[in-house]
T-cell receptor, first 111, second 115 residues
Framework: AQSVTQLGSHVSVSEGALVLLRCNYS??????LFWYVQYPNQGLQLLLK??????LVKGINGFEAEFKKSETSFHLTKPSAHMSDAAEYFC?????????FGTGTRLKVLA | DVKVTQSSRYLVKRTGEKVFLECVQD?????MFWYRQDPGLGLRLIYF???????EKGDIPEGYSVSREKKERFSLILESASTNQTSMYLC??????????????FGAGTRLSVL
């Protein structure tokens, strides 16, 4: 069965510092992988997705993620954090009907 | 743009009440989902529907039921609300044509408080 693990329920970074949010998946076959962001009191919106092809995926707001099959990872990065990046981030793996979500990482950006 | 609309952003109900949460999508998506979101637990799937009048239990269906009479509308029903159902509820929809590659689109959520 598929599972998704996000390491660190809370991450704090200084404004301008590198953002790294970790996601590992467990699956017998490489799944389709997604990162979503949730701002306070809002629904989830898609940041980026990996389906096939290039393993480095670029998303909105300067975020990117790299699919590493050997490490079963799909970590999310951004070179320079902005105050507006403060939100909760969810990694997900896709099945035919359903997604499997990680438990989320809340990102705090310090001035 | 895909739009998923949840009828209420905030609801306050009393224990024992029957509660209806409504969700409408405008993209002719076959698949619709209801999740519950709680701190530290992420998103947990309650029910999903892959077609009109079809439904499947998710991970935590107890205490909930659903209805999908029309393709665009998916309702979540709490037959007798309890305080442990106080939570954020998120609806999502997803097309079927590209299978597992498809994105789920989310509504803004309904924050339900059961007193």
């Amino acid at each position: 069965a598929q599972s998704v693990t996000q390491l660190g329920s809370h991450v704090s970074v200084s404004e301008g510092a590198l953002v790294l949010l970790r996601c590992n998946y467990s699956s017998s076959v490489p799944p389709y992988l997604f990162w979503y962001v949730q701002y306070p009191n809002q629904g989830l919106q898609l940041l980026l997705k990996y389906t096939t092809g290039a393993t480095l995926v670029k998303g909105i707001n300067g975020f990117e993620a790299e699919f590493k099959k050997s490490e079963t990872s799909f970590h999310l990065t951004k070179p320079s954090a902005h105050m507006s990046d403060a939100a909760e981030y969810f990694c997900a793996a896709s099945g035919t009907y359903k997604y499997i979500f990680g438990t989320g990482t809340r990102l705090k950006v310090l001035a | 743009d895909v739009k998923v609309t949840q009828s209420s952003r905030y609801l306050v109900k009393r224990t024992g009440e029957k509660v209806f949460l409504e969700c409408v999508q405008d993209m002719d998506h076959e698949n619709m989902f209801w999740y519950r979101q709680d701190p530290g637990l992420g998103l947990r799937l309650i029910y999903f529907s892959y077609d009109v009048k079809m439904k499947e239990k998710g991970d935590i269906p107890e205490g909930y039921s659903v209805s999908r009479e029309k393709k665009e509308r998916f309702s979540l029903i709490l037959e007798s609300a309890s305080t442990n159902q106080t939570s954020m509820y998120l609806c999502a929809s997803r097309g079927r044509d590209s299978g597992a590659k498809n994105i789920q689109y989310f509504g803004a959520g309904t924050r339900l408080s059961v007193l």
